[in-house]
């Protein structure tokens, strides 16, 4: 029997009386992982009354010791991390040592957050008046929806509750419904940490329907969402009837720019990496490969060479190059991007669903590689899958153009051992993040995370930047000259 699991609302695991249910099922051989309560708006409801309930008495609570709750949390996590590295493989399917990776990024940061509840800065400016004090401090929103996609179901979820919680509001989680299971982890980290109840509430459910409910319910000030373009856009136009700040992490579509002095080898190593990691299913994956066109040909072969080699299949075992694609949904989306792409361009490489023997229980795509002039739409959208399409360029301002030229902007690369042209390419590449002699994925938490165009609306996660998402800043002015002084009245008459 597949194991069931509950809403977490106000500090208790519940299973409303004839709830529906959904599976997560595993990708690589279909079996189930979990089973999973498909809450109602009513549902949704109680959690937001919980966490409204809760946040006064959270927002109290001194930074620091909100800080040793997380700490504890991240221990859950790294006890526990081999397991969870497992359910993570198991429920979507990467290989296991980025299902751990998974883990450990979310530890980093929690860790990461715990330290700022010993600093949460805010500024100290002076004033144009005597005996007068100016500062800012920074104060919790509130109640926050947090809503996250299934390919980083850990790190995402807690990039931002770590976040949301230092900074003392109540959060209510909304995962994706393809990773409830990992979400049960998640959320178990903080419950055993001691979390007190209400702060931090799990509903599970369709987008529709929970999200939808989160998004437009007065009482949730700010939400938080990662995600395709289609659903974040709802998201912002449901959140901005209510004023509420909504944060937007969306998609990419990331070049990696080889230039003909670059070294070669390294050059294969991240490409290989950034396509073909996570199944090509990170929003920073590397889905353009941007060739200089003296070392067009001699690449390809070396890529192609590189992936006569590659090992698809189970993605626990640790032998394995490249595991299953994420889901149903997944393969249909990226099958029917293969063949456009095969109207559009030259397959070179891969193109098929791996048939026969244990794949024809899971979903297991070929690494895939298209050449492709720039402009056409496998170059141009979004995927989400183990496909790469490669442009072939005659230099260096073609290559930003061609890099350019597309509606996201996560992430970017080049491979130059060109000094110059690489801080000119730090410059012009038209991304939030940009690697030189790296692959496009490999982010750290201790850095803003998030990007340009359709890629996001403005603000950045990770870092000090996560301060900044979930918190608002107060301006406060301290008069101790025991008089009325009037700003820029006064202050003129005294020069
Ligand atoms: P998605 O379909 O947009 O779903 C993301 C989350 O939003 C899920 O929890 C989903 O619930 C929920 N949702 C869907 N429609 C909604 C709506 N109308 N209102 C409120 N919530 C809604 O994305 P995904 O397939 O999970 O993830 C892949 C996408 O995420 C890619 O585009 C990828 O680039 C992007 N991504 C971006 C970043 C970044 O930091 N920029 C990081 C990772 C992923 P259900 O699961 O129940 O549908």
Same mark, same amino acid.
């Given at each position: 029997?597949?194991?069931?699991?509950?809403?977490?609302?106000?500090?208790?695991?519940?299973?409303?009386?004839?709830?529906?249910?959904?599976?997560?099922?595993?990708?690589?051989?279909?079996?189930?992982?979990?089973?999973?309560?498909?809450?109602?708006?009513?549902?949704?409801?109680?959690?937001?009354?919980?966490?409204?309930?809760?946040?006064?008495?959270?927002?109290?609570?001194?930074?620091?010791?909100?800080?040793?709750?997380?700490?504890?949390?991240?221990?859950?996590?790294?006890?526990?991390?081999?397991?969870?590295?497992?359910?993570?493989?198991?429920?979507?399917?990467?290989?296991?040592?980025?299902?751990?990776?998974?883990?450990?990024?979310?530890?980093?940061?929690?860790?990461?957050?715990?330290?700022?509840?010993?600093?949460?800065?805010?500024?100290?400016?002076?004033?144009?008046?005597?005996?007068?004090?100016?500062?800012? +401090?920074?104060?919790?929103?509130?109640?926050?929806?947090?809503?996250?996609?299934?390919?980083?179901?850990?790190?995402? /979820?807690?990039?931002?509750?770590?976040?949301?919680?230092?900074?003392?509001?109540?959060?209510?989680?909304? /995962?994706?419904?393809?990773?409830?299971?990992?979400?049960?982890?998640?959320?178990?980290?903080?419950?055993?940490?001691?979390?007190?109840?209400?702060?931090?509430?799990?509903?599970?459910?369709?987008?529709?329907?929970?999200?939808?409910?989160?998004?437009?319910?007065?009482?949730?000030?700010?939400?938080?969402?990662?995600?395709?373009?289609?659903?974040?856009?709802?998201?912002?136009?449901?959140?901005?009837? @209510?004023?509420?700040?909504?944060?937007?992490?969306? @998609?990419?579509?990331?070049?990696?720019?080889?230039?003909?002095?670059?070294?070669?080898?390294?050059?294969?190593?991240?490409?290989?990496?950034?396509?073909?990691?996570?199944?090509?299913?990170?929003?920073?994956?590397?889905?353009?490969?941007?060739?200089?066109?003296?070392?067009?040909?001699?690449?390809?072969?070396?890529?192609?060479?590189?992936?006569?080699?590659?090992?698809?299949?189970? /993605?626990?075992?640790?032998?394995?190059?490249?595991?299953?694609?994420?889901?149903?949904?997944?393969?249909?989306?990226?099958?029917?991007? +293969?063949?456009?792409?095969?109207?559009?361009?030259?397959?070179?490489?891969?193109?098929?669903?791996?048939?026969?023997?244990?794949?024809?229980?899971?979903?297991?795509?070929?690494?895939? +590689?298209?050449?492709? /002039?720039?402009?056409?739409? +496998?170059?141009?959208?979004?995927?989400?899958?183990?496909?790469?399409?490669?442009?072939?360029?005659?230099?260096?301002?073609?290559?930003?153009?061609?890099?350019?030229?597309?509606?996201?902007?996560?992430?970017?690369?080049?491979?130059?051992?060109?000094?110059?042209?690489?801080?000119?390419?730090?410059?012009?590449?038209?991304?939030?993040?940009?690697?030189?002699?790296?692959?496009?994925?490999?982010?750290?938490?201790?850095?803003?995370?998030?990007?340009?165009?359709?890629?996001?609306?403005?603000?950045?996660?990770?870092?000090?930047?996560?301060?900044?998402?979930?918190?608002?800043?107060?301006?406060?002015?301290?008069?101790?000259?025991?008089?009325?002084?009037?700003?820029?009245?006064?202050?003129?008459?005294?020069?």
């Amino acid at each position: 029997m597949t194991d069931e699991f509950g809403l977490f609302i106000n500090g208790t695991w519940t299973s409303p009386a004839k709830a529906k249910r959904f599976e997560t099922i595993n990708p690589a051989n279909g079996e189930p992982v979990g089973s999973f309560v498909s809450a109602t708006r009513e549902d949704v409801a109680k959690a937001i009354e919980a966490a409204h309930r809760a946040y006064p008495g959270w927002k109290e609570t001194p930074a620091p010791q909100r800080g040793e709750i997380l700490l504890r949390a991240a221990g859950y996590l790294r006890r526990h991390k081999k397991e969870i590295g497992q359910i993570v493989s198991r429920e979507m399917g990467k290989v296991i040592a980025e299902g751990e990776g998974d883990v450990q990024e979310a530890i980093d940061f929690v860790e990461y957050m715990a330290g700022e509840g010993r600093r949460l800065l805010g500024e100290t400016v002076p004033s144009e008046l005597r005996s007068k004090f100016c500062m800012t +401090i920074r104060q919790p929103k509130g109640v926050v929806a947090c809503i996250t996609p299934w390919n980083f179901p850990t790190a995402i /979820p807690n990039w931002k509750i770590a976040a949301a919680l230092i900074c003392g509001n109540a959060v209510v989680f909304k /995962p994706a419904s393809n990773s409830a299971r990992c979400a049960v982890e998640v959320i178990r980290a903080y419950e055993e940490a001691g979390v007190p109840p209400g702060v931090l509430n799990l509903v599970t459910g369709s987008g529709g329907v929970v999200g939808t409910a989160l998004v437009t319910d007065p009482r949730v000030r700010a939400v938080s969402f990662t995600g395709g373009v289609e659903s974040g856009r709802d998201v912002y136009v449901k959140g901005a009837q @209510g004023l509420k700040m909504v944060h937007l992490e969306l @998609g990419g579509k990331n070049p990696v720019i080889v230039m003909e002095d670059a070294d070669l080898r390294l050059a294969l190593d991240g490409v290989l990496f950034g396509a073909f990691g996570t199944s090509g299913q990170r929003c920073t994956a590397t889905s353009r490969l941007i060739l200089h066109e003296k070392v067009y040909e001699p690449f390809l072969k070396m890529l192609t060479d590189r992936l006569d080699t590659f090992r698809l299949g189970d /993605p626990v075992d640790p032998k394995t190059d490249m595991g299953p694609v994420a889901s149903r949904e997944q393969e249909e989306k990226i099958l029917a991007y +293969i063949e456009i792409g095969k109207k559009e361009a030259k397959l070179r490489y891969g193109g098929k669903k791996l048939r026969g023997g244990a794949y024809d229980k899971g979903f297991f795509i070929e690494p895939t +590689i298209f050449e492709t /002039p720039h402009g056409t739409r +496998i170059s141009k959208e979004e995927i989400f899958g183990p496909v790469l399409s490669v442009i072939k360029v005659k230099d260096y301002d073609e290559a930003v153009r061609v890099a350019n030229d597309v509606d996201y902007g996560l992430s970017s690369s080049i491979y130059t051992r060109d000094v110059n042209r690489a801080f000119r390419a730090m410059d012009d590449l038209e991304a939030g993040i940009t690697y030189i002699n790296a692959p496009t994925i490999g982010a750290e938490i201790q850095l803003p995370f998030g990007g340009v165009k359709n890629t996001g609306n403005g603000g950045r996660e990770a870092g000090t930047a996560a301060i900044e998402e979930f918190t608002e800043v107060k301006t406060v002015f301290v008069d101790f000259s025991s008089k009325l002084q009037k700003a820029q009245i006064d202050a003129e008459s005294a020069v």
